[in-house]
């Protein structure tokens, strides 16, 4: 029996989620801010400051798989983002 191959990627397990931001003023992508966000806390990030840090400690082992284009958001835009998020 042949079976159909699953994206088991973080990021396309991700991929549903709807960005409430307005299109304009998205510096981050979302996918990127959400897997920052999941690997801070396997970590042990417990904060939205914590996340942010633990994205620029390890900001050069993230560029080897997320884009990045505008580098780690802020502690600020984690929680303004997560927030809108349903």
């Known amino acids: 029996m042949s079976e159909t191959p699953i994206d088991?990627?973080?990021v396309?397990?991700?991929?549903?989620?709807?960005?409430?931001?307005c299109p304009t003023k998205?510096?981050?992508l979302l996918s990127d801010m959400v897997a920052i966000a999941v690997a801070g806390?396997?970590?042990?990030?417990?904060?939205?400051?914590?996340?942010a840090?633990?994205?620029?400690?390890?900001?050069?082992?993230?560029e080897q798989f997320l884009e990045l284009?505008?580098?780690?958001?802020?502690?600020?835009?984690?929680?303004r983002v997560f927030g809108l998020l349903e």
């Not at 396309?12 to 931001?21: C, G, N, Q, V, W």
């Not at 806390?41 to 996340?51: F, M, P, R």
């Open 12 to 21: 396309a397990h991700f991929s549903i989620l709807e960005d409430p931001r």
């Open 26 to 28: 998205r510096r981050h």
């Open 8 to 10: 088991r990627s973080l």
């Open 69 to 79: 284009p505008n580098g780690i958001p802020s502690h600020d835009t984690f929680g």
């Open 41 to 51: 806390t396997l970590c042990g990030a417990d904060s939205w400051t914590e996340i």
């Open 53 to 62: 840090w633990f994205g620029e400690a390890k900001q050069e082992w993230l």
